[in-house]
């Protein structure tokens, strides 16, 4: 049976199939070659709701942003002669800075999941391992995490920071931390694997509003 989907939040389907076509077609007995009309707007209204919800979803369960997370879903309407929509979801891995963080002197914290508490970012490998707040050079500020075994060697670091902090400067490598990607917040089973079968339900309810609209206006 041949799927054509509605909805891809980062590769993850709700579709309609052949049997969902023909029931449309039954239902509008004679008008049936509105079928395609029925679809296209039933699926837009669908994928709409559906992008209401995976962010506000998405926000239940993380302590990320809302407006970014909003602007990383690209909504693809459908239309007649394609009766499929979708929501894509974009971005890199998202720095730990963008969710709910401080920093201060004592060690950075972090809250990742909402579900969670800010717990001190510190690994096993002692005090340089302990995270805190950073400005690169490029003015970019993020909360990083000593690496500890790893040493700056580009001549250019090497110099950058004896400038800036001393001929004694430390050497061990700095890195920003990093937590999850939009895609992954909203395609994984906390967001869209919850949220698949009411999106799915929602479309069988926007067909049959669809249809009724369809009949009663002839």
Not at 109 to 136: D, E, N, P, V
Not at 160 to 172: C, L, Q
Not at 178 to 202: C, H, Q, R, T, W
Request: aromatic share 6%; proline share 3%; net charge positive.
């Amino acid at each position: 049976m041949k799927k054509q989907y509605i909805v891809n939040a980062n590769g993850l389907e709700v579709y309609y199939d052949a049997d969902i076509l023909q029931k449309i077609e039954k239902r509008l007995g004679s008008l049936k070659d509105q079928k395609y009309k029925v679809l296209k707007n039933a699926i837009n209204a669908t994928v709409k709701k559906a992008q209401t919800d995976l962010v506000d979803k998405a926000r239940e369960e993380y302590t990320a942003k809302k407006s970014p997370l909003k602007k990383a879903m690209k909504v693809k309407k459908a239309t007649n002669s394609r009766p499929e929509g979708e929501i894509d979801v974009s971005g890199e891995t998202l720095e730990v800075r963008n969710f709910k963080a401080t920093a201060p002197a004592s060690g950075a914290k972090a809250q990742i999941l909402t579900s969670g508490s800010l717990k001190l970012i510190q690994s096993q490998r002692g005090k340089k391992a302990r995270a805190f707040l950073a400005t690169f050079a490029s003015g970019h500020t993020a909360i990083v995490q000593r690496q500890e075994g790893e040493s700056y060697t580009h001549a250019p670091s090497i110099s950058s920071r004896k400038e800036k902090w001393g001929p004694h400067a430390d050497m061990t490598r700095i890195k920003k931390l990093l937590a999850i990607s939009f895609p992954k917040m909203v395609g994984g089973e906390k967001v869209y694997g919850a949220l698949a079968p009411s999106i799915y339900d929602n479309l069988q309810e926007n067909i049959t509003k669809e249809i009724d609209r369809v009949v009663k206006g002839a």
